[in-house]
């Protein structure tokens, strides 16, 4: 298993990108699985290095990557030691984050060695799965895409961090990390930006776009995401496959931090589910 971790590009926004490839080195190309966290997370969070595993035994070339502004730094990739960046990230600059990857395995020599370019599958789980579900619909490279848990509507989300006059007045809201202790602020910009990119940040609209493989995954004993949501998205696009995943909460019954060497069994039926769809 070859694993290179914390490789960092540079992003389109003044903020370090890391990425971490898992694969095994064959010297012939393996199908691209590019994954993204969600809201509050990043790419090493709990069980993610072994689900990375799990797809790179089973033949693929796997991504995964902080977005530029989650709160993370290059010595400090996991958590978040900067809560500016945090305060300052949104909706387009995650965008423009994958944008970046997905150029940065176009343009890489190395890579193309063991990856196959012309096979590129998202996989993004909670707030990641309405990022990937919108570049799947505009970026013509991506072939197939996955959600875990996916939210579908960004929205209700944005205008619901707070007081929107209050919000606009002090330039910052906070939302408490149960498991930090910290208080995330979210900078006013982050509603600015979402209201002046509405029409594109909207998911019923990208997933009614969507003319490549989808497959939707949910928990059915999800609170943080209820599984009317990935029900609505199946609505939204009747060609999609939709799976329930029995008890699995929102992150499959893993937790940051994943002291087991060994998959929760919710999680590891959701990488299968996933490898058995990518296998057809």
Same mark, same amino acid.
């Given at each position: 298993?070859?694993?290179?971790?914390?490789?960092?590009? &540079?992003?389109?926004?003044?903020?370090?990108?890391?990425?971490?490839?898992?694969?095994?080195?064959?010297?012939?190309?393996?199908?691209?699985?590019?994954?993204?966290? /969600?809201?509050?997370?990043?790419?090493?969070? =709990?069980?993610?290095?072994?689900?990375?595993?799990?797809?790179?035994?089973?033949?693929?070339?796997?991504?995964?990557?902080?977005?530029?502004?989650? =709160? /993370?730094?290059?010595?400090?990739?996991? #958590?978040?030691?900067?809560?500016?960046?945090?305060?300052?990230?949104?909706?387009?600059?995650?965008?423009?984050?994958?944008?970046?990857?997905?150029?940065?395995?176009?343009?890489?020599?190395?890579?193309?060695?063991?990856?196959? !370019?012309?096979?590129?599958?998202?996989? =993004?789980?909670?707030?990641?799965?309405?990022?990937?579900?919108?570049?799947?619909?505009?970026?013509?490279?991506?072939?197939?895409?996955?959600?875990?848990?996916?939210?579908?509507?960004? /929205?209700?989300?944005?205008?619901?961090?707070?007081?929107? &006059?209050?919000?606009?007045?002090?330039?910052?809201?906070?939302?408490?990390?149960?498991?930090?202790?910290?208080?995330?602020?979210?900078?006013?910009?982050?509603?600015? #930006?979402?209201?002046?990119?509405?029409?594109?940040?909207?998911? &019923?609209?990208?997933?009614?776009?969507?003319?490549?493989?989808?497959?939707?995954?949910? =928990?059915?004993?999800?609170?943080?995401?209820? !599984?009317?949501?990935?029900?609505?998205?199946?609505?939204?696009?009747?060609?999609?496959?939709?799976?329930?995943?029995?008890?699995?909460?929102?992150?499959?019954?893993?937790?940051?931090?994943?002291?087991?060497?060994?998959?929760?069994?919710?999680?590891?039926?959701?990488?299968?589910?996933?490898?058995?769809?990518?296998?057809?």
């Amino acid at each position: 298993m070859k694993k290179n971790i914390n490789q960092v590009l &540079e992003g389109t926004h003044n903020k370090p990108i890391l990425v971490d490839t898992f694969y095994k080195e064959t010297n012939t190309s393996k199908p691209i699985i590019i994954f993204c966290h /969600g809201y509050k997370g990043f790419k090493d969070w =709990g069980a993610w290095n072994l689900m990375a595993t799990s797809f790179a035994n089973a033949g693929f070339y796997f991504v995964k990557f902080n977005f530029s502004h989650n =709160g /993370g730094t290059i010595e400090q990739p996991i #958590d978040f030691p900067d809560l500016e960046a945090f305060g300052n990230n949104n909706y387009t600059k995650e965008l423009d984050d994958l944008e970046t990857v997905i150029d940065w395995l176009y343009h890489n020599d190395t890579i193309t060695q063991e990856a196959d !370019i012309n096979d590129i599958t998202l996989i =993004g789980h909670s707030r990641g799965g309405g990022i990937v579900t919108i570049k799947a619909s505009e970026n013509n490279k991506i072939h197939k895409v996955i959600t875990l848990a996916g939210v579908c509507d960004f /929205g209700k989300r944005t205008a619901t961090i707070g007081d929107l &006059e209050q919000w606009k007045k002090e330039g910052v809201k906070y939302v408490l990390n149960g498991r930090t202790k910290q208080k995330m602020p979210h900078f006013y910009q982050f509603y600015e #930006d979402f209201k002046q990119n509405e029409h594109r940040l909207n998911i &019923e609209s990208a997933i009614k776009k969507l003319q490549i493989p989808h497959l939707i995954i949910h =928990g059915d004993n999800d609170t943080s995401v209820f !599984i009317k949501e990935g029900e609505l998205q199946h609505e939204w696009n009747p060609n999609s496959t939709f799976k329930i995943i029995k008890n699995a909460d929102h992150v499959f019954n893993a937790r940051h931090p994943w002291k087991e060497h060994f998959l929760p069994l919710e999680l590891e039926e959701t990488i299968q589910t996933c490898i058995g769809f990518l296998s057809k």
